[in-house]
């Protein structure tokens, strides 16, 4: 008797009764359904979905994480398939098997500085059935030093290559690393396996916009980028962060993607429903898909879907906590606006789903007590009740680094939602951060106070500051 094999099928078979027809064709979630089949049983997806009318592929990407053993559960995937199925006997899925053990190995590497990979299917219709990814490689942001995650990356590469990368590649993507200078880091790598040329994705985050000319001057992009600044200067009054992506090869290609990000994944933000709007009236994106990404956002249950929960995730269940919910998170990540020199901008969006663990709170014992009185007293006094200033100055650096990451990528602190306007508050929050930061004996903190000001200054009305 065969023994069924897990796969991604179990999990997507939940959600896809919320994915809109007019962002997914039936022949798009027929295609999706079959690659579904084929990919490991780790719930965690992605749909790359143009935003124009003439265009209806949608593709899938497949997220794996070091946590839980993800890339041991992606390797022995790959080699129960290569039994029954020939095109996982083919070089590049015997190199990404290999890759993902060393991966995995705590000792290696690749272990530290690579946080998860995502394998991107390309579905056209001329060949739908092509099962060859690209395949993006996530970089620990908590580790990266661009000349040593150079380094290792190169050595990720050529496992997944099989060979050594060319020269003219290797040194325009060393620029690429080289040129980063805090906080601009590179994000991803992706590794372009099913395309016809030789080049790598390279996603950049965290660059401010006054560095982003320099960057791209610095690795050899062929146009001016002023217009470039310009177009993220504008995101970014809506947004909290843009990723830089670009193909790099044995030149930097000219065009530009902008992916767009909201710090909140889970759930609708709702800076999303002005800027979808945005989208269609410059004819970006029809009036159905805005709909239909919009209707996407929610989560999945055991209790609200007509099919059944994968087996898996019913057997992990029960060794969770009694008041843990075993869910499906259905997210609209971010968008991607596509910048060619001389050419309109085209959209495309990111949707997925992911499995979590949602805690029901109302179930937790809150009635702990706590002495909050001891435990400042602990932090910040000395047994005979002096201030301790050692631990004080500590906790005020703790704090200034908090707030100095806090800002966005144009120096916007953002807090609460104004449902009103559908915006979130900025030019109150940063006003009052950057009056705390200014109060500080910290270059850094002064040099953030100074461009909030700047921020304020151009946003000034008439009479007085609105709060946004």
């Given at each position: 008797?065969?023994?069924?094999?897990?796969?991604?099928?179990?999990?997507?078979?939940?959600?896809?009764?919320?994915?809109?027809?007019?962002?997914?064709?039936?022949?798009?979630?027929?295609?999706?359904?079959?690659?579904?089949?084929?990919?490991?049983?780790?719930?965690?997806?992605?749909?790359?979905?143009?935003?124009?009318?003439?265009?209806?592929?949608?593709?899938?990407?497949?997220?794996?994480?070091l946590?839980?053993?993800?890339?041991?559960?992606?390797?022995?995937?790959?080699?129960?398939?290569?039994?029954?199925?020939?095109?996982?006997?083919?070089?590049?899925?015997?190199?990404?098997?290999?890759?993902?053990?060393?991966?995995?190995?705590?000792?290696?590497?690749?272990y530290s500085?690579?946080?998860?990979?995502?394998?991107?299917?390309?579905?056209?219709?001329?060949?739908?059935?092509?099962?060859?990814?690209?395949?993006?490689?996530?970089i620990?942001?908590?580790?990266?030093?661009?000349?040593?995650?150079?380094?290792?990356?190169?050595?990720?590469?050529?496992?997944?290559?099989?060979?050594?990368?060319?020269?003219?590649?290797?040194?325009?993507l060393?620029?690429c690393?080289?040129?980063?200078?805090?906080?601009?880091?590179?994000?991803?790598?992706?590794?372009?396996?099913?395309?016809?040329?030789e080049?790598?994705?390279?996603?950049?985050?965290?660059i401010?916009?006054?560095?982003?000319?320099?960057?791209?001057?610095?690795?050899g992009?062929?146009?001016?980028?002023?217009e470039?600044?310009?177009?993220?200067?504008?995101?970014?009054?809506?947004?909290?962060?843009?990723?830089?992506?670009?193909?790099?090869?044995?030149?930097?290609?000219?065009?530009?993607?902008?992916?767009?990000?909201?710090?909140?994944?889970?759930?609708?933000?709702?800076?999303?429903?002005?800027?979808?709007?945005?989208?269609?009236?410059?004819?970006?994106?029809t009036?159905?898909?805005?709909?239909?990404?919009?209707?996407?956002?929610?989560?999945?249950?055991?209790?609200?879907?007509?099919?059944?929960?994968?087996?898996h995730?019913?057997?992990?269940?029960?060794?969770?906590?009694?008041?843990?919910?075993?869910?499906?998170?259905?997210?609209?990540?971010?968008?991607?606006?596509?910048?060619?020199?001389?050419?309109?901008l085209?959209?495309?969006?990111?949707?997925?789903?992911?499995h979590?663990?949602?805690?029901?709170?109302?179930?937790?014992?809150?009635?702990?007590?706590?002495?909050?009185?001891?435990?400042?007293?602990?932090?910040?006094?000395?047994?005979?009740?002096?201030?301790?200033?050692?631990?004080?100055?500590?906790?005020?650096?703790?704090?200034?680094?908090?707030?100095?990451?806090?800002?966005?990528?144009?120096?916007?602190?953002?807090?609460?939602d104004?449902y009103?306007?559908?915006?979130?508050?900025?030019?109150?929050?940063?006003?009052?951060?950057?009056?705390?930061?200014?109060?500080?004996?910290?270059?850094k903190?002064?040099?953030?106070a100074?461009?909030?000001?700047?921020?304020?200054?151009?946003?000034?009305?008439?009479s007085?500051?609105?709060?946004?």
């Amino acid at each position: 008797m065969l023994t069924k094999i897990p796969t991604l099928t179990d999990s997507l078979q939940n959600v896809l009764a919320h994915i809109s027809s007019e962002i997914a064709t039936p022949t798009a979630i027929s295609h999706l359904q079959k690659l579904a089949k084929l990919s490991a049983p780790i719930p965690r997806a992605g749909f790359e979905i143009r935003l124009d009318k003439e265009n209806s592929q949608v593709d899938l990407q497949q997220g794996i994480f070091l946590q839980n053993k993800e890339p041991q559960i992606l390797a022995e995937h790959i080699n129960k398939l290569a039994l029954s199925h020939q095109e996982f006997n083919q070089p590049v899925w015997n190199r990404i098997s290999k890759f993902c053990k060393i991966w995995s190995d705590s000792s290696s590497d690749l272990y530290s500085a690579i946080s998860d990979i995502w394998l991107e299917f390309d579905i056209h219709e001329s060949n739908p059935d092509l099962l060859t990814p690209c395949i993006f490689l996530g970089i620990n942001r908590d580790s990266f030093e661009p000349l040593k995650t150079f380094s290792i990356i190169k050595i990720a590469l050529e496992l997944l290559y099989g060979q050594p990368i060319n020269d003219s590649l290797c040194s325009n993507l060393y620029r690429c690393f080289t040129a980063c200078t805090s906080p601009t880091r590179i994000s991803h790598v992706g590794v372009m396996l099913s395309r016809q040329i030789e080049a790598l994705r390279i996603n950049v985050s965290k660059i401010p916009i006054y560095d982003i000319s320099n960057y791209l001057q610095e690795i050899g992009y062929p146009n001016p980028a002023e217009e470039i600044e310009a177009l993220v200067d504008e995101i970014l009054d809506t947004f909290d962060n843009v990723r830089l992506c670009f193909d790099v090869g044995k030149k930097i290609y000219p065009t530009l993607g902008l992916e767009c990000f909201f710090d909140k994944q889970s759930g609708l933000d709702p800076r999303w429903l002005p800027f979808l709007d945005n989208l269609v009236a410059k004819g970006l994106c029809t009036t159905e898909k805005r709909n239909g990404l919009i209707a996407w956002v929610g989560y999945t249950t055991p209790s609200n879907t007509t099919k059944p929960w994968a087996s898996h995730l019913i057997a992990e269940s029960l060794l969770q906590p009694s008041e843990n919910l075993s869910i499906l998170d259905r997210r609209l990540s971010h968008i991607k606006l596509t910048y060619k020199p001389e050419s309109s901008l085209q959209a495309k969006a990111y949707i997925g789903f992911v499995h979590e663990w949602l805690e029901n709170k109302s179930l937790v014992n809150n009635n702990q007590p706590q002495n909050i009185r001891s435990t400042q007293n602990e932090n910040f006094s000395s047994t005979s009740g002096e201030l301790n200033q050692s631990r004080l100055n500590q906790a005020i650096e703790a704090a200034t680094s908090f707030l100095l990451n806090s800002a966005n990528q144009k120096g916007w602190w953002r807090d609460f939602d104004t449902y009103l306007h559908s915006k979130t508050s900025d030019e109150w929050v940063t006003a009052y951060v950057g009056t705390a930061l200014a109060s500080l004996n910290n270059e850094k903190a002064k040099l953030a106070a100074h461009q909030a000001w700047n921020l304020l200054l151009s946003r000034r009305h008439s009479s007085l500051f609105i709060v946004n």
